[in-house]
């Protein structure tokens, strides 16, 4: 199955700060969603990204599917920010199956 | 709103008791999914169903069933929990083939096995 990496694995930042997270997979996606899981466990769509560029807000995500990777930006970052940022592409073979990273741990501090 | 809900929030089981989770949906979507998240580790996909079309990944363990009943429910049984059935379990909806495959969760069921 795809392999997916997530960097870093945790990140502190101060309010205001902004940063970039970084997803890289193993083989052809059709489709590739961050989540952001808050503190109580809810995993809550962020984008979905097999290619291109999104912005929403303060956050934009940017995916370039034939290099194998995705990019999470966030910036003027604020204390909800905090949580669990996943990464998890479908791969290409018609599967249903996310695969999740390991997750990068935001902590984003006043 | 459309939304994914899931029942209860938290539950509690004693060792070997079966229990049942809930899953319910007003998006009409056709596939669901049933996740297992163990504390700091990323969600493992545990069977899905197309409509009715039960698909069950390799590796989760007999244990686990499942069951849909219609379009707007799926349930989550397992027949015999164990302490290392202690997890959260995400129920997750998306559209069918030839549509955008984006997931959509609900807010989870917290399971406590004493």
């Known amino acids: 199955g795809i392999q997916v990496e997530q960097s870093p694995p945790d990140l502190i930042l101060q309010e205001g700060a902004n940063s970039t997270l970084r997803c890289n997979f193993s083989d052809s996606v059709n489709n590739l969603q961050w989540f952001h899981q808050n503190p109580w466990g809810q995993l809550i769509n962020l984008f979905y990204i097999p290619s291109g560029t999104k912005q929403n807000g303060r956050l934009s995500a940017t995916t370039v599917a034939t290099e194998r990777y995705s990019l999470l930006y966030i910036s003027s970052s604020q204390t909800t920010d905090s949580g669990v940022y996943f990464c998890a592409p479908q791969d290409g073979a018609g599967s249903y199956q996310l695969t999740f990273g390991k997750g990068t741990k935001l902590s984003v501090i006043p | 709103d459309a939304m994914v809900i899931q029942n209860p929030r938290y539950q509690v089981t004693q060792f070997g008791k079966p229990v049942t989770l809930s899953c319910s949906q007003t998006?009409?979507?056709?596939?669901m999914y049933w996740y297992q998240q163990k504390s700091s580790q990323a969600p493992k996909l545990l069977f899905h169903y197309y409509d009715k079309d039960f698909n069950n990944e390799a590796d989760t363990p007999d244990n686990f069933q499942s069951r849909r009943p219609n379009t707007s429910f799926c349930f989550l049984d397992i027949r015999s929990p164990g302490l290392g059935d202690a997890a959260m379990y995400l129920c997750?909806?998306?559209?069918?083939?030839?549509?955008?495959?984006?997931?959509?969760f609900g807010p989870g069921t917290r399971l406590t096995v004493l």
């Open positions: 998006l009409n979507h056709n596939v």
């Open positions: 997750a909806t998306s559209r069918g083939r030839g549509r955008t495959p984006e997931q959509f």
